[in-house]
């Protein structure tokens, strides 16, 4: 039997983590949740939460890293996004050397714990750094600090935003594409194409031009962020201040990672990998320092799937 989307207006997540799989997937999908959390079980303990691909530890991610550093346990793609040490609710600022070395002591972590075919995508902003820079680009001062291979940096630029009299108006943020292995990496261009082709019907030497699914996104992408306030907040929003938006993350995990595969995000936050890599029938492990947020993303990742329930019919 074949599920689809009727055309419904979506509340909490794009379309395209409202689908769903064939009957034989999803047994595999559960079976391949289930032995997860068995190993994960013995390795690391109970976690705070667990249902059908969403494992959550209510923790710091050095205890969950370090447990899983000295077993055999790999995962394929870790999408996360760090404290920026700007002084955010959950955050203790630190000075700038510690912070950088704080960051290349996580992501050694990960390094560690990722498969030799593995991704490693960090989302990361601006800080401010005394006598030096208002706004420092994050992934200037970690990108040649770590052990992963940098394929790109993506930037994700979008329209709300404070507004600046003495200097531009900050509209972007980065993604760094980290891989571990150059040679061998997943990357499934033909999932994320964009499908916005000005000449869908080109012709060179009777072929057409472009792809028929459409054409390469490039390194630019314009998502809207996650907005608040009174008639202006993202149907997504919850009240973590951090929120990065479902599509983008939908995205890097339909192109860094298959169907079944294991997502890690150590800054769990608001639960959005965790939607995202769910939605894509992947197995999500994550781990978020705060009980409260952790709460608020069960909740969140809960909605979630009622409402994938309730949109998908029966053709
Ligand atoms: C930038 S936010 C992540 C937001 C997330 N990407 C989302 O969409 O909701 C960083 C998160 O990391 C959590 N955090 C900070 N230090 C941590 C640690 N050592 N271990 C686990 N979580 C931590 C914070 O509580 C915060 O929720």
């Excluded at 689908?19 to 032995?35: C, F, G, M, Q, W």
Aim: charge should be positive; glycine fraction near 6%.
């Amino acid at each position: 039997m074949t599920l689809l989307l009727k055309n419904v207006k979506t509340q909490l997540a794009p379309y395209s983590l409202l689908s769903n799989i064939s009957h034989t997937d999803n047994e595999v999908y559960l079976d391949k949740y289930t032995e997860i959390l068995n190993y994960l079980r013995e390795y690391i303990g109970e976690p705070y939460y667990a249902h059908n691909g969403f494992i959550l530890y209510n923790s710091d991610n050095a205890e969950i890293m370090n447990k899983l550093e000295s077993s055999e346990f790999k995962i394929d793609l870790t999408v996360t996004s760090p404290p920026y040490n700007i002084g955010k609710e959950y955050e203790n600022n630190m000075p700038i050397e510690k912070y950088v070395s704080w960051c290349q002591k996580w992501i050694k972590s990960i390094y560690n714990i990722t498969k030799e075919n593995g991704s490693f995508w960090l989302n990361v902003g601006y800080l401010n750094v005394k006598n030096k820079g208002k706004a420092i680009p994050i992934a200037y001062l970690l990108w040649d600090k770590i052990d992963f291979f940098l394929m790109q940096e993506i930037v994700w630029k979008y329209g709300a935003g404070v507004t600046a009299k003495k200097f531009f108006a900050p509209r972007n943020e980065k993604f760094l594409f980290y891989i571990k292995n150059e040679n061998d990496y997943i990357f499934n261009l033909d999932s994320v194409r964009d499908p916005d082709v000005k000449y869908p019907n080109q012709m060179k030497n009777g072929k057409l031009r472009c792809n028929p699914l459409g054409k390469n996104p490039t390194d630019v992408w314009d998502f809207p962020k996650v907005t608040s306030g009174k008639n202006r907040s993202s149907k997504e929003r919850t009240s973590h201040p951090a929120q990065y938006p479902l599509s983008v993350i939908d995205r890097i995990i339909k192109v860094s990672s298959n169907k079944f595969d294991i997502i890690f995000d150590p800054f769990s936050g608001s639960g959005t990998t965790g939607i995202a890599a769910n939605g894509n029938y992947r197995i999500y492990i994550g781990s978020e320092i705060s009980k409260d947020y952790c709460d608020l993303s069960i909740e969140r990742y809960e909605e979630y799937l009622k409402e994938r329930s309730s949109k998908l019919v029966y053709h």
